[in-house]
């Protein structure tokens, strides 16, 4: 198991920082922490400009782990990546490469979720990348896993099955369970016989709400039963599509401050 971290040293990236060290322990998983810089060439002596600042970043990256989790340093149970390139595609490009099983984000938290949608690397990331991504919110404190495991499900078959795995491990590692959670206008709809790709013994209750606004009725539900984790799947299109780009339903489920894992079925 890998697991790929990339951060920008900023103040919600070192509470990510924290939460992807406990992931990565709980999983027994290699961590690898990777930093992006760049550089404008002015004149002949941009190689050695490179070189210096290549080095502060790797200083400011020693500095960032010592501060959030110097056991990791302690340890030498990590791998460190500093490069000149553009963060988005180097993180996907790197990610390929090196066989990574899980992408751990930080972002400024799910009350910021809409910027994950536009513009951010984040947002890059999640919408080249086929592997599973877990964005990690601000939080006033950070909450591990403990209990519940709540998944958004569209009620469309899952293509990929073989992607829900990464949920599965997640879940085996903290000896949890997953809620199957479904929004439905149809009152007799049955998603038990349409979610493929989730051992039995991984679930542990479907829950389907009558509405019409998915993301309201899924921010109600992940707060009534004080969810650790919530997951959702992404297509090209459909469910995605509306939860995300429209607007004023975004503001629903902004309000949840907890980690959103996304993984990718297309």
């Given at each position: 198991?890998?697991?790929?971290?990339?951060?920008?040293?900023?103040?919600?990236?070192?509470?990510?920082?924290?939460?992807?060290?406990?992931?990565?322990?709980?999983?027994?998983a290699e961590?690898?922490?990777?930093?992006?810089?760049?550089?404008?060439k002015?004149?002949?002596?941009?190689?050695?400009?490179?070189?210096?600042?290549?080095?502060?970043?790797?200083?400011d990256?020693?500095?960032?782990?010592?501060?959030?989790?110097?056991?990791?340093?302690?340890?030498?149970?990590?791998?460190?990546?500093?490069?000149?390139?553009?963060?988005?595609?180097?993180?996907?490009?790197?990610?390929?490469?090196?066989?990574?099983?899980?992408?751990?984000?930080?972002?400024?938290?799910?009350?910021?979720?809409?910027?994950?949608?536009?513009?951010?690397?984040?947002?890059e990331?999640?919408?080249k990348?086929?592997?599973?991504?877990?964005?990690?919110?601000?939080m006033?404190?950070?909450?591990?896993?403990?209990?519940?495991?709540?998944?958004a499900?569209?009620?469309?078959?899952?293509?990929?099955?073989?992607?829900?795995?990464?949920?599965?491990?997640?879940?085996?590692?903290?000896?949890?369970?997953?809620?199957?959670?479904?929004?439905s206008?149809?009152?007799?709809?049955?998603?038990?016989?349409?979610?493929?790709?989730?051992?039995?013994?991984?679930?542990?209750?479907?829950?389907?709400?009558?509405?019409?606004?998915?993301?309201?009725?899924?921010?109600?539900?992940?707060?009534?039963?004080?969810?650790?984790?919530?997951?959702?799947?992404?297509?090209?299109?459909?469910?995605?599509?509306?939860?995300?780009?429209?607007?004023?339903?975004?503001?629903?489920?902004?309000?949840?401050?907890?980690?959103?894992?996304?993984?990718?079925?297309?």
């Amino acid at each position: 198991m890998k697991i790929l971290f990339p951060t920008d040293f900023s103040e919600h990236a070192a509470m990510a920082l924290k939460y992807a060290v406990e992931l990565s322990r709980k999983m027994n998983a290699e961590l690898h922490i990777l930093t992006t810089f760049s550089v404008q060439k002015h004149s002949s002596s941009f190689v050695s400009f490179e070189d210096k600042v290549r080095q502060n970043v790797t200083e400011d990256l020693d500095d960032f782990i010592k501060s959030n989790a110097p056991e990791l340093l302690e340890s030498g149970k990590i791998i460190k990546i500093v490069a000149h390139a553009h963060p988005g595609s180097y993180i996907i490009g790197y990610a390929e490469k090196e066989g990574i099983d899980l992408i751990v984000m930080g972002t400024k938290g799910l009350s910021d979720i809409a910027n994950i949608f536009i513009g951010s690397v984040t947002r890059e990331v999640m919408a080249k990348t086929t592997l599973p991504v877990l964005a990690i919110p601000m939080m006033e404190q950070i909450k591990h896993i403990s209990k519940k495991i709540v998944m958004a499900y569209d009620g469309l078959k899952i293509t990929h099955e073989d992607r829900l795995k990464i949920l599965v491990d997640i879940s085996n590692s903290y000896s949890s369970k997953i809620t199957v959670f479904h929004v439905s206008e149809s009152p007799d709809e049955n998603i038990q016989k349409l979610v493929n790709g989730l051992p039995s013994d991984s679930i542990e209750d479907f829950v389907i709400r009558n509405g019409e606004e998915p993301l309201k009725e899924i921010r109600i539900f992940i707060e009534e039963v004080n969810a650790d984790l919530l997951v959702m799947v992404r297509r090209e299109k459909n469910f995605w599509q509306k939860l995300f780009l429209t607007g004023h339903t975004d503001e629903e489920i902004m309000r949840a401050s907890i980690p959103l894992l996304v993984i990718t079925d297309k």
